[in-house]
């Protein structure tokens, strides 16, 4: 069983937004960091988007920083990020991940892929131009 899964992919315009969700059966209510990895073909997974789930501080890859969002939403129990401002570098496999040991909200959560345990299988953005 998937741990968590992934939704919200598609093409979409350059400029144009998308909203992912990540759904899990995982503990959400606890102090882990959670968040949002992409892989371009021929490059690194990296980290996009992280949120400590009770804290609720954000980080961002310099990349997306003013243009991605990440949120947790409490109503539908996911972590979602949405895209705006689409560009064709964005366009890859995204991937979302949880740590597997708590992080106190005092502290950033990490950006390293190595650090996160727990995968979806992803969901593909294409930019098109």
């Known amino acids: 069983q998937v741990p968590l899964v992934e939704s919200g992919g598609g093409s979409v315009q350059v400029g144009g937004s998308l909203t992912l969700s990540c759904g899990t059966s995982l503990d959400m209510t606890s102090s882990y960091c959670m968040g949002w990895f992409r892989q371009a073909p021929g490059k690194e997974r990296e980290a996009v988007a992280i949120i400590h789930l009770t804290g609720l501080r954000t980080i961002y890859a310099d990349a997306v920083k003013g243009r991605f969002t990440i949120s947790r939403n409490n109503a539908k129990n996911t972590v979602d990020l949405q895209i705006n401002s689409l560009k064709p570098d964005d366009t890859a496999m995204y991937y979302c991940?949880?740590?597997?040991?708590?992080?106190?909200?005092?502290?950033?959560?990490?950006?390293?892929?190595?650090?996160?345990?727990?995968w979806g299988q992803g969901t593909q953005v294409t930019a098109l131009s």
């Open positions: 991940a949880r740590r597997r040991s708590l992080t106190s909200s005092r502290v950033a959560c990490s950006l390293s892929r190595n650090d996160y345990t727990y």
